[in-house]
């Protein structure tokens, strides 16, 4: 039986379940296996909800270090997540069609509940979008080189780990267990800049 105490590799191992429980159940509906599926009565480590967020002492480093991300669109698309806290998903999808600068108004089509949302626009949030209006070619605000058309993966637009590092020093943990996620030589930098 799963221990209720969280562990590292607890996350893990349970997307490592759902996967596997859904490819024996696509692979018995598609007659592929017949032997049933194997991950049935597996039961998953119960996770702690993370929360974490930014406190308003926190907001001028993180965002002197946004200031110093290169690249526009990623620059950008993190200060509209933060203007409008809307998911990721739904900022990384967003249609020119669906904002309206004038009303200051972005309606989101198609949210994670099915449903539309509409959300109001603050006046930072009207500056971010106007100045990419201006040079706007195509139907996604954050156009990307993939598939979907819009833009997907952040992380690796953010120049990866290293650069990531730099970020989470302009937010440092507030809880203990954030902290017990840091390596030892980060929790001392951390406690330096206290």
């Known amino acids: 039986m799963p221990s209720s105490e969280p562990r590292s590799g607890t996350r893990p191992a349970n997307i490592a379940v759902t ?11 598609w007659e592929l296996w017949t032997g049933g ?16 967020f930014l406190f ?17 669109t ?20 967003m249609r020119w ?25 603050s006046p ?18 954050f156009p990307g080189p993939g598939k979907s058309g819009h833009l997907e993966e952040t992380q690796a637009r953010m120049g990866g780990c290293a650069r990531t590092r730099r970020y989470q020093r ?3 943990a507030r809880s203990e267990a954030h902290a017990r996620q840091l390596d030892g030589s980060r929790r001392r930098e951390l406690a330096d800049d206290r």
């Open 97 to 121: 069609e669906d904002v309206n600068l004038e009303s200051t108004l972005w309606r989101i089509p198609d949210t994670k509940i099915g449903e539309p949302h509409t959300v109001a626009l």
């Open 56 to 72: 308003p002492d926190e907001m001028p480093r993180f965002l002197e270090a946004l200031r110093e991300v290169k690249d526009e």
């Open 74 to 93: 990623t620059r950008d698309f993190i200060l509209l997540l933060l203007m409008t806290g809307a998911r990721r998903g739904n900022v990384q999808a």
């Open 19 to 29: 996967l596997l429980r859904a490819l024996y159940n696509k692979v018995v509906v």
């Open 124 to 141: 930072e949030a009207i500056a971010v979008l106007s100045k990419r209006k201006e040079s706007a070619t195509g139907e996604y605000v």
């Open 170 to 172: 302009a937010a440092p």
């Open 37 to 52: 599926n194997p991950t049935f009565g597996i039961k998953k480590f119960r996770e702690v909800a993370r929360e974490r």
